[in-house]
């Protein structure tokens, strides 16, 4: 089965870090650009960062670029997002998602993980 | 950054009635454009991509049509499964962006 199970969330004060992870199985995850989408509570859907398969690009939004880092163990089947310097607005769910396969950079995201929980607050 | 519009916010619909949800990009995203749902308490699914290809296993009674700017969500009989939030995201340009969202309601 095709999966992605997110972990790392938890409650963390203003100006702390946080390190997500997000373990993939049932597929070929060298193969997919592996992305991090967040969805802070009642609100709509926010990209957050990407990450190519030998990560040789990463992409952030302005909102992350320069506290937060996307990283990738393909040994380990493994996404991760380091994230210093938290604000309250960075509360959210936050989503591991694929990249679908395709044959450039172009693609939706066709797998998601649950989520995982962040909240920054003191 | 493409802004990415979606009209309306919220769509009230009897089941069995035809919905049809609309997204706009603020410049061009050619084809490059994805459409997903999202139920309560749960993860976006996939539905579209590529403006009009249907996901794998989404019913033939969801289409999508559109290019360039102007991008629209089809629901041909609206089952119960269906009412939920549908997001357009843009996979055209960094940063992807998405829509904020069509809530399909039930009337």
């Known amino acids: 089965e095709v999966q992605l199970v997110e972990s790392g969330g938890g409650l963390v004060k203003p100006g702390g870090s946080l390190r997500l992870s997000c373990a993939a199985s049932?597929?070929?995850?060298?193969?997919?650009?592996m992305n991090w989408v967040r969805q802070a509570p009642g609100k709509g859907l926010e990209w957050v960062s990407s990450i190519s398969t030998s990560s040789s690009y990463m992409y952030y939004a302005d909102s992350v670029k320069g506290r937060f880092t996307i990283s990738r163990d393909n040994a380990k089947n493994s996404l991760y997002l380091q994230m210093n310097s938290l604000r309250a607005e960075d509360t959210a769910v936050y989503y591991c998602?694929?990249?679908?396969?395709?044959?450039?950079?172009?693609?939706?995201?066709?797998?998601w993980g649950r989520g995982t929980m962040v909240t920054v607050s003191s | 950054e493409i802004v990415m519009t979606q009209s309306p916010a919220t769509l009230s619909v009897s089941p069995g009635e035809r919905a049809t949800l609309s997204c706009r990009a603020s410049?061009?995203?050619?084809?490059?454009l994805a459409w997903y749902q999202q139920k309560p308490g749960q993860a976006p699914r996939l539905f579209i991509y590529?403006?009009?290809t249907r996901a794998t296993g989404i019913p033939v009674r969801f289409s999508g049509s559109g290019s360039g700017t102007e991008f629209t969500l089809t629901i041909s009989s609206l089952q119960s499964e269906d009412f939920a939030v549908y997001y357009c995201q843009q996979y055209n340009n960094w940063p992807r962006t998405f829509g904020q969202g069509t809530k399909v309601e039930i009337k």
């Open positions: 410049q061009s995203v050619s084809s490059d």
């Open positions: 998602a694929r990249k679908r396969l395709t044959g450039d950079h172009l693609g939706p995201f066709d797998i």
């Open positions: 590529g403006a009009s």
């Open positions: 049932g597929f070929t995850f060298t193969s997919h650009t």
